[in-house]
């Protein structure tokens, strides 16, 4: 499918400002279109629509070109990094007291931050009401009073899971709604609900795994957001049409478009395998989602709230993922590197695979677009499976303490 495009002193983070070359610069400049969920505003969007061929996104000069200059910058991150971290081991020291005295309070502050989201959906009493995000309405009774349960319920550790299975009824009705293949977006409400769950079960023994599901789900919904920019850029110039059209300064909507999609891309893949770059990518994420707040409105801020006290939960934690101590070598950061470089087009690839499960059509399935996404989503498979051990948080002793804390209680 063919798209027709719009014309129109040195510190230890040195290496942070090339991502994405000229494409950072616009999206730090111009944050509200490359960050806002275009599905809230575009009037085009409609995930029943084939995405573009990942083949005809890969082989564009420019994405090429933007591919390449994002792996150079993860290659100088990672080295400043590490060197940094071996030079200065004050740092780490600090990030591991910082780390127990944050680790106690963040579940807290999370809980508080639920309940003000639901809160100020409430008071957003427009008809038809939000049900969980934007563009997830619906009338009735109902709605008002599952989010005024679950912002009460949130806010004492014994019914937490109540209110955690609340989110997770109100991500069910998005489903119903709108298809699971559109919920893919907001994998992280998933994240938030089980990580209230396990902190309020099992505290502190299962913290490692509590904060880690909530790292892979918040990055995960970061990256496939990027994909919808290469794969439906139609959407976000509909938006950069319409209502944003001075921000560009007249430079091509491709260019700003795929450029920003890679610069999320870039500082989401950091936000789940770095060390310090981790926190300093979520401080990004963040201060690009408030600055983006008066471009794009209010129901940016209410949209994306969940999302911003997730990333100021990172900003001032340690990433669990990034510290084991084999991760300052320098064969780690190559092997991040590598992840990287199957990262980009294996989530490509599966976001096409899963659009052909959820609207399966014979011609779809046996398109060369498909077969492209399966066999960029392969290298992809493979590469989790090399390093689940350091993803996936899914270790035994930690399920052995949790199961002797329950044991104990019961």
């Known amino acids: 499918m063919t798209i027709d495009r719009p014309r129109g002193r040195r510190g230890p983070f040195s290496a942070l400002p090339k991502l994405g070359g000229a494409g950072a610069t616009l999206l730090l400049c111009h944050p509200g279109p490359a960050l806002a969920h275009v599905k809230w505003f575009s009037q085009v969007v409609n995930c029943g629509n084939t995405p573009m061929s990942p083949l005809e996104v890969i082989g564009s000069p420019l994405f090429l070109a933007l591919f390449a200059a994002a792996v150079l910058a993860l290659c100088g991150v990672f080295v400043v990094e590490r060197r940094v971290l071996q030079r200065f081991q004050a740092i780490q020291q600090s990030h591991a007291d910082w780390k127990q005295l944050f680790n106690r309070h963040a579940a807290w502050l999370l809980r508080l931050g639920v309940c003000i989201y639901f809160a100020s959906l409430l008071a957003h009493d427009a008809e038809p009401r939000i049900v969980l995000t934007p563009e997830l309405t619906a009338s009735g009774g109902w709605v008002p009073i599952a989010q005024a349960l679950i912002a009460g319920l949130v806010l004492f550790r014994r019914t937490v899971p109540l209110a955690a299975l609340g989110i997770v009824g109100l991500y069910a009705h ?98 789940v395998v770095g060390r310090l770059s981790s926190q300093v990518a979520s401080l990004i994420l963040l201060a690009l989602m408030v600055a983006g707040i008066p471009l794009v409105g209010l129901i940016d801020a209410i949209g994306h709230a969940p999302l911003m006290i997730v990333l100021f939960i990172f900003s001032a934690s340690q990433n669990r993922i990034g510290y084991p101590s084999e ?35 014979v011609r779809e399935w046996l398109s060369l677009a498909t077969l492209a996404g399966l066999l960029m989503a392969l290298p992809l498979v493979w590469r989790v499976g090399r390093i689940r051990h350091r993803l996936f948080p899914m270790r035994q002793r930690h399920w052995q303490v949790a199961s002797s804390l329950t044991t104990q209680s019961a």
């Not at 789900?217 to 209502?243: C, H, N």
């Open 174 to 271: 998005g489903v119903w709604q709108e298809g699971w293949f559109h919920m893919l977006d907001y994998v992280y409400f998933l994240g938030v609900a089980v990580f209230l769950s396990l902190d309020a079960v099992f505290g502190a023994a299962l913290h490692y795994v509590s904060f880690t599901l909530l790292r892979i789900s918040a990055g995960f919904s970061f990256m496939w957001v990027s994909i919808e920019k290469w794969l439906y850029p139609q959407w976000t110039f509909d938006i950069l049409e319409r209502e944003l059209s001075g921000i560009t300064m007249g430079l091509d909507l491709s260019f700003f478009v795929m450029s920003a999609g890679m610069v999320e891309f870039c500082l989401a893949f950091l936000l």
């Open 327 to 361: 991760a300052a070598s320098r064969g780690a950061d190559i092997g991040h590197v590598l992840t990287f470089c199957a990262a980009v087009p294996g989530l490509m690839g599966l976001y096409v695979l899963c659009h052909a499960a959820a609207y399966p059509s």
